[in-house]
């Protein structure tokens, strides 16, 4: 090759290629997330799209990340045609802005990593759904990670569903007039560099699922080997680590009382056939509720698994009420009234009908009118 003349690598113009669409939430500007300016954008392409409005593009949160791309792409035309009409009629300041956006909306440096992205985040948005409910156990969220990264790893290896993807982008960019164009030096074709792209984001989105969850699997192989259809092959070494983690929170600390009784556990389903064995947490809890004054580290060890949570999510819904419940007016509340009240906002489950409802409400008007806040 001749050192003279600049050359771009694939992975340089991945990286390159992929930074743009990290850009995406420079490129939306006040103006058209208007609710009344995208409606009537949208209106004009006769879009049919549930959605009317763009979604703010959360880094922190995996969903909001996933669903504000999804509806910027199928909002695309209805946003070219705002930032036109404030090109038009917006001050100096706005028409040189919209212009900058529509420059780098209608490129198709731009269109290759939206078209991937949204491809992509389609396949996980609803395992990132999924993983912010809270009866998910950690089990069947490692089963979904799994399912969901072995899905990409068949994506990105399927050159008919790259040909797809790629006729996609041509479709795309030829209902907005756009130019395919190779950057810089790129010595491949549209069609290599769009594969090359499409892999080398693939890739990544399994790697960093591998890495987010790799602490999850390890707690999973803990978890099952206490579960019946499994305990029979486990030997108390395999256990050993995880009970002396929760050892301060098991009714016994004595490391003896607690090897027999695992055991007996062992030799309890050693003794049963695999058919009538639990596979599950939830079944082995089932059967251990009525014999857990026989094994009472066990199933205190089952209920802890039960209850390990998935993700972070109910934590920052508690964040989120206590800002609805504890405003200005309400500052003065005591800390047993807060408390409480959460937990009837994050938990509304709890008053099961209406007539709870109206019970609780007049309990409140029977009370002195000299409430105590606390």
Same mark, same amino acid.
């Given at each position: 090759?001749?050192?003279?003349?600049?050359?771009?690598?694939?992975?340089?113009?991945?990286?390159? +290629?992929?930074? !743009?669409?990290?850009?995406?939430?420079?490129?939306?500007?006040?103006?058209?997330?208007?609710?009344?300016?995208?409606?009537?954008?949208?209106?004009?392409?006769? *879009?049919?799209?549930?959605?009317?409005?763009?979604?703010?593009?959360?880094?922190?949160?995996?969903?909001?990340?996933?669903?504000?791309?999804?509806?910027?792409?199928?909002?695309?035309?209805?946003?070219?045609?705002?930032?036109? /009409?404030?090109?038009?009629?917006?001050?100096?300041?706005?028409?040189?802005?919209?212009?900058?956006?529509?420059?780098?909306?209608?490129?198709?440096?731009?269109?290759? #990593?939206?078209?991937?992205?949204?491809?992509?985040?389609?396949?996980?948005?609803?395992?990132?759904?999924? +993983?912010?409910?809270?009866?998910?156990?950690?089990?069947?969220?490692?089963?979904?990670?799994?399912?969901?990264?072995?899905?990409?790893?068949?994506?990105?290896?399927?050159?008919?569903?790259?040909?797809?993807?790629?006729?996609?982008?041509?479709?795309?960019?030829?209902?907005?007039?756009?130019?395919?164009?190779? #950057?810089?030096?790129?010595?491949?074709?549209?069609?290599?560099?769009?594969?090359?792209?499409?892999?080398?984001?693939?890739?990544?989105?399994?790697?960093?699922?591998?890495?987010?969850?790799?602490?999850?699997?390890?707690?999973?192989?803990?978890?099952?080997?206490?579960?019946?259809?499994?305990?029979?092959?486990?030997?108390? !070494?395999?256990?050993?680590?995880?009970?002396?983690?929760?050892?301060?929170?098991?009714?016994?600390?004595?490391?003896?009382?607690?090897?027999?009784?695992?055991?007996?556990?062992?030799?309890?389903?050693?003794?049963?056939?695999?058919? *009538?064995? #639990?596979?599950?947490?939830?079944?082995?809890?089932?059967?251990?509720?009525?014999?857990?004054?026989?094994?009472?580290?066990?199933?205190?060890?089952?209920? +802890?698994?039960?209850? +390990?949570?998935?993700?972070?999510? !109910?934590?920052?819904?508690?964040?989120?009420?206590?800002?609805?419940?504890?405003?200005?007016?309400?500052?003065?509340?005591?800390?047993?009234?807060?408390?409480?009240?959460?937990?009837? !906002?994050?938990?509304?489950?709890?008053?099961?009908?209406?007539?709870?409802?109206? /019970?609780?409400?007049?309990?409140?008007?029977?009370?002195?009118?000299?409430?105590?806040?606390?």
């Amino acid at each position: 090759m001749d050192t003279s003349t600049p050359s771009i690598s694939s992975s340089e113009t991945c990286n390159m +290629l992929l930074s !743009n669409a990290d850009d995406m939430q420079s490129i939306t500007p006040s103006e058209i997330t208007s609710t009344n300016s995208m409606k009537t954008c949208a209106e004009i392409t006769n *879009d049919e799209s549930r959605r009317k409005t763009l979604l703010k593009l959360v880094e922190t949160r995996w969903v909001e990340k996933q669903l504000a791309v999804l509806v910027f792409r199928q909002l695309f035309s209805a946003i070219i045609i705002a930032l036109e /009409q404030i090109a038009i009629d917006g001050d100096e300041e706005s028409f040189s802005l919209s212009r900058g956006y529509l420059k780098s909306l209608l490129d198709s440096e731009f269109c290759i #990593p939206l078209i991937i992205v949204s491809r992509v985040f389609a396949v996980i948005k609803p395992c990132a759904e999924q +993983l912010q409910t809270t009866t998910l156990d950690l089990i069947k969220c490692y089963e979904s990670i799994e399912q969901v990264a072995m899905h990409l790893s068949e994506m990105m290896h399927d050159d008919q569903q790259i040909n797809k993807l790629y006729d996609e982008l041509v479709t795309f960019t030829s209902e907005h007039n756009i130019s395919i164009i190779l #950057p810089g030096q790129y010595k491949k074709t549209m069609k290599e560099l769009f594969s090359d792209v499409y892999q080398t984001f693939v890739s990544n989105t399994i790697t960093e699922l591998s890495y987010r969850f790799m602490e999850h699997q390890k707690i999973i192989v803990r978890i099952s080997r206490l579960i019946p259809l499994h305990v029979v092959s486990t030997k108390f !070494n395999e256990l050993k680590e995880v009970i002396e983690f929760y050892l301060d929170d098991l009714p016994s600390n004595d490391m003896i009382v607690i090897e027999t009784e695992i055991d007996l556990w062992r030799s309890y389903w050693s003794s049963r056939s695999e058919h *009538d064995r #639990p596979t599950t947490i939830e079944q082995a809890l089932k059967w251990t509720h009525d014999m857990r004054a026989f094994y009472p580290n066990i199933w205190r060890l089952l209920e +802890l698994f039960a209850v +390990l949570p998935v993700t972070v999510a !109910n934590a920052e819904r508690s964040f989120s009420v206590l800002k609805r419940i504890k405003t200005y007016l309400r500052n003065s509340m005591g800390d047993d009234r807060l408390s409480s009240l959460a937990i009837l !906002n994050i938990h509304q489950s709890i008053i099961n009908d209406d007539e709870d409802s109206i /019970q609780i409400v007049d309990n409140f008007v029977r009370q002195k009118r000299r409430i105590k806040f606390n």
